[in-house]
């Protein structure tokens, strides 16, 4: 049987902030040398003296962002969180309205960019913050 | 982004307003150093003091800076307040990779506010804010407001001052992110003259990578590379403040102004007490998985009964040895509490430790009284530097005005310069010998990372002038053309000339790949024709007394072959700066 794994971050209050996740989203899935265009993003929360967040997909079941799209570009995936078909994207934005944890960056053109639990940030965390998880059937 | 020319943002700060320019040079000086001292040329003035509106503050980036792992360092380049010729600092923390992220390879400002001001900057952004409410604000209170006054958290860098830049202390310096800081030179100074308090830069550009595989299989090899070798452990564990007790086992940490190179009570401040007691956590600049930077903590009590409150601190080997052993301190707790109190005031932690150093020694010999120091100055009393700490970056009274602008300048006045550890500028953590100190004293930032002399002595038995030169010359060009991409200096090892060269031409760099060993030495030439022709003059610098007076592992220190080295490196710094264009 597939499994069917989700991206957790189970161990973020060992992040030291260096953006390896962010940077090697953004590198492979994305193609785009950038902070924000990645599926986990990292935040220093209140400042660097309190800490770093991550702010990935959580894998909403059934995923809001996927009901909001009007043009099936984000669909739901069995494990929690969403498909992204490109083509299909109309940029409306939607989909980052409707998150409730703000894990939908938009860029300028207002391209949605998410977390598709893929695992590939997972080896570069030097903290084995993050994890790929089983969800239960 | 990838472009073979360097695109820059110049901002004057007398109008607000700022303008893109276009300016090739990518192939000849790569970036970072090479880029800053080429913005010197166009935007300073080499014959104008180092606080005219005019002169330009520089930050540079590399053509490697966010693409590969620990190209994550910034250079600051501005004519400097401690000796008025141009100078290099540099800086981490998310400097760097904002810079790359606002699609800028340089900013340069030039002019000066009319009102104490904030500049944010960002790929599709730019405003100069009046923060005169913020002007006395320290360090520590300035970030908070500073955080809330522009988006972005965590895709952002905040340079700052504190009042000791406003103060225009030669030595104050500019913080990056808190924990991070273009510390020595001065950068401070030449904000607080512009009446500059921060610079925000938003890191909120998106740049499409290179076709094909090739790009990101690189990376995963050099990430690899750097984390699975002993550098991780070397930075990550200990830190940087494993040399304490190695430097102070072979006798040479420079401990209570000099007077010694070891101590047992050295114990109380070692890089293994501070991991065992203090380490909170650590921490990193922005692309560096290595994350050497350590925080630990303060913890004061203010009331009665068990009111405590509490900082974080970070910590390296060079403020231990500054605030620590310099200060004959011997408890950790109490070398974060001095450290704590140079962060909010803003001053460059090496400076300051090595002033105060030098001004217990003078309190001690008679040379100074009470009326000049305020406090008891006395070698492990963390209270009384703290407030002198604090003296020094408002600069309540003249002498300590006057030691603010460097201990050099103060020992001429009231004497004692014999004891001043100035090589340059106030000495850096390693008494090793003779070809460290040379090359402090006569080094382009007059910094313990413009080569590696520290390393040389720890090596060499011999005393051979032209092998000893002959390296200093030679490693200063690996090290420019690193600062040149711009990398941590700690990746040097990783970071060989054919790796540089992998990564250049993975990134379609090609002509510059091919071309590394001149742009090193073209870069190294360029810097020191600047500095040459902004006053330096390597052949008339002096080395105090007391470093003819050190007693290492290897015996006293050797006058006749610190002197050699000297006359000889200087020869050779005046061939390097004259010889270029030539």
């Excluded at chain 2, 011999?462 to 200093?472: I, M, N, P, T």
């Amino acid at each position: 049987m597939k499994t069917r794994k989700i991206l957790t971050t189970p161990r973020m209050e060992r992040c030291i902030g260096c953006h390896a996740c962010s940077l090697a989203c953004a590198r492979l899935v994305n193609k785009k040398l950038s902070w924000d265009t990645a599926g986990i993003r990292i935040v220093s929360s209140g400042g660097l003296s309190t800490g770093f967040e991550a702010k990935p997909c959580v894998a909403c079941n059934p995923a809001p962002c996927a009901l909001a799209c009007p043009t099936g570009a984000f669909s739901q995936r069995k494990a929690g969180g969403v498909i992204v078909k490109r083509k299909l994207c109309i940029q409306c934005g939607d989909c980052a309205a409707a998150c409730p944890v703000d894990a939908v960056y938009l860029d300028a053109t207002t391209e949605p960019f998410v977390c598709i639990h893929c695992g590939q940030c997972v080896p570069f965390c030097p903290h084995d913050c993050l994890e790929m998880a089983e969800v239960a059937p | 982004m990838i472009r073979d020319h360097f695109r820059i943002l110049t901002v004057d700060l007398a109008t607000g307003k700022g303008r893109i320019v276009i300016i090739d040079g990518r192939d000849t000086v790569a970036g970072g150093s090479g880029l800053a001292a080429l913005l010197f040329e166009k935007y300073g003035h080499p014959d104008r003091p180092w606080d005219d509106p005019e002169q330009p503050l520089i930050f540079a980036i590399g053509p490697l800076t966010g693409y590969f792992p620990l190209m994550s360092k910034t250079v600051c380049g501005f004519k400097s307040p401690y000796h008025d010729q141009y100078g290099e600092s540099h800086g981490g923390g998310r400097s760097a990779l904002s810079l790359r992220f606002a699609d800028l390879d340089g900013l340069v400002i030039t002019g000066r506010a009319e009102r104490p001001s904030f500049l944010s900057i960002g790929s599709r952004h730019l405003e100069l804010k009046d923060v005169h409410y913020m002007w006395g604000v320290d360090l520590q209170e300035s970030g908070k407001m500073l955080r809330k006054m522009i988006g972005g958290a965590g895709h952002r860098s905040i340079l700052r001052i504190g009042p000791a830049g406003e103060n225009l202390s030669a030595y104050a310096c500019i913080t990056v992110d808190t924990y991070r800081h273009f510390g020595r030179l001065g950068g401070g100074a030449v904000m607080g003259s512009k009446n500059l308090k921060a610079i925000a830069i938003l890191g909120d550009g998106i740049f499409d990578l290179p076709e094909g595989k090739e790009y990101a299989s690189l990376f995963d090899d050099v990430h690899n590379k750097l984390t699975t070798t002993d550098m991780m452990d070397k930075y990550h564990n200990l830190g940087t403040p494993v040399n304490v007790a190695i430097l102070n086992e072979i006798k040479a940490l420079p401990i209570r102004n000099l007077q010694r190179t070891t101590d047992p009570k050295i114990k109380g401040i070692t890089g293994e007490t501070f991991a065992d007691d203090t380490l909170l956590r650590n921490t990193a600049c922005a692309g560096c998985p290595v994350g050497c930077i350590h925080i630990g903590f303060v913890r004061e009590k203010f009331m009665e009964p068990n009111q405590y409150l509490y900082r974080q601190v970070s910590y390296d080997h060079e403020p231990v040895f500054a605030t620590g052993s310099m200060l004959g301190m011997t408890n950790a707790f109490s070398v974060l509490a001095i450290i704590d109190m140079v962060e909010k005031m803003g001053l460059d932690v090496m400076s300051a430790g090595v002033a105060l150093a030098w001004a217990t020694e003078a309190l001690e010999n008679g040379v100074i009284s009470e009326k000049e120091t305020l406090v008891p100055l006395k070698f492990d009393d963390a209270a009384g530097y703290k407030e002198a700490v604090q003296h020094l970056g408002l600069g309540t009274n003249d002498f300590y005005r006057l030691l603010a602008q460097g201990t050099m300048k103060a020992a001429e006045q009231y004497g004692g310069e014999n004891f001043a550890c100035v090589l340059g500028q106030e000495m850096a953590g390693y008494a090793t010998g003779e070809v460290f100190f040379t090359s402090q004293a006569l080094g382009f930032r007059h910094s313990h990372l413009d080569s590696g002399g520290y390393s040389f002595d720890q090596k060499h038995e011999e005393k051979d002038v032209k092998q000893a030169v002959d390296f200093l010359v030679k490693d200063e060009q690996g090290r420019v053309l690193l600062t040149s991409m711009v990398s941590c200096l700690f990746a040097r090892e990783v970071y060989n000339n054919e790796l540089l060269a992998d990564c250049l031409n993975a990134l379609g760099y090609t002509t510059l790949a091919g071309n590394m060993h001149q742009v090193a030495q073209h870069v190294q030439k360029m810097r020191w024709r600047l500095r040459l022709s902004t006053g330096f003059n390597p052949q008339g610098v002096k080395i105090p007394g007391s470093f003819t007076e050190v007693t290492t592992w290897k015996g006293p220190v050797d006058e006749k072959y610190l002197n050699a080295l000297k006359e000889e490196y200087a020869k050779r710094i005046m061939d390097l700066g004259r010889s270029e264009g030539t």
